[in-house]
């Protein structure tokens, strides 16, 4: 049995593995101090190893984790576990965008990462949702009502805000101006993807592959289906488990 724990930036992801296979996982919000919810987290499997991954990786592995994996090969490999065939992963998280691209054999061929800003991010999407008053869930499917393609300038989310309550003052309905954000954030997403000339099956992972819109702009951007995993959000955190398992035997409890 293998633990891999992702600690995020929005959230900590568990997940368990067994004989090289799934058998439980986890998500929860992250709190002020991360490392102590994710050791709370793994507790029942006090003499399994754990393998770290995620912001807070280094953090974990002060305190329990043995060993940390980077996102980026965490992905790789959570990413190619749910689809053997794929070629390419879009992440998007709480606070930060990659796309990594990878070779037939499933190793890190290059990646990009957007952490500069929170534009595109969960986070970002949370600001945009707030502002038209809208959930999560009520945001994405307002985007889905509207066949509207209003520009969004601006990707910065104080003045995108800004922006949007300037469409609103021109009489522009919600389910538009929801639609233009989404437009915008997928065209960000487009242009990462198509500067790594991305190949072959495209996996998207990240909480905000949840969002129902987003991925059928990306599949109309970019004429090609995107694979969604049935827990996107877990996807570091099996790659972390998957990369003690990839060990040597002897270091699997």
């Known amino acids: 049995m293998n633990i891999g724990i992702?600690?995020?930036?929005?959230?900590?992801?568990?997940?368990?593995?067994?004989?090289?296979e799934l058998v439980n996982s986890k998500v929860v919000e992250s709190s002020f101090e991360p490392h102590k919810q994710a050791s709370e987290m793994v507790s029942?499997?006090?003499?399994?190893?754990?393998?770290?991954?995620?912001y807070g990786r280094h953090l974990a592995q002060k305190h329990f984790a043995q060993q940390?994996?980077?996102?980026?090969?965490?992905h790789a490999l959570g990413a190619r576990y749910f689809f053997p065939n794929c070629r390419a992963i879009l992440d998007v998280g709480g606070q930060d965008s990659k796309v990594i691209a990878l070779d037939k054999e499933g190793r890190v061929a290059q990646f990009?990462?957007?952490?500069?800003c929170a534009a595109g991010t969960g986070r970002f999407l949370e600001i945009m949702a707030t502002s038209l008053g809208y959930s999560m869930q009520e945001f994405a499917a307002a985007a889905q009502l509207s066949t509207q393609n209003i520009p969004i300038n601006s990707m910065c989310a104080v003045f995108a805000e800004s922006?949007?309550?300037?469409?609103?003052?021109?009489?522009?309905a919600a389910e538009d101006i929801a639609r233009a954000i989404h437009l915008a954030i997928a065209e960000r997403l487009t242009s990462m993807l198509e500067r790594l000339g991305i190949q072959g099956d495209i996996v998207f992972s990240g909480g905000v592959a949840r969002n129902s819109c987003l991925p059928a702009i990306l599949e109309e951007k970019l004429g090609r289906k995107i694979y969604i995993p049935e827990q996107p959000e877990i996807v570091g955190a099996l790659g972390a488990a998957l990369h003690l398992h990839k060990q040597k035997p002897a270091m699997a409890v």
Do not use: C, F
């Open 112 to 116: 990009q990462m957007n952490d500069k």
């Open 6 to 20: 992702d600690l995020g930036s929005r959230a900590i992801k568990m997940a368990v593995l067994q004989n090289g």
């Open 44 to 54: 029942p499997y006090s003499t399994i190893p754990v393998v770290a991954t995620g």
């Open 163 to 172: 922006e949007v309550v300037s469409l609103r003052n021109r009489g522009h």
């Open 68 to 74: 940390v994996i980077t996102e980026i090969k965490a």
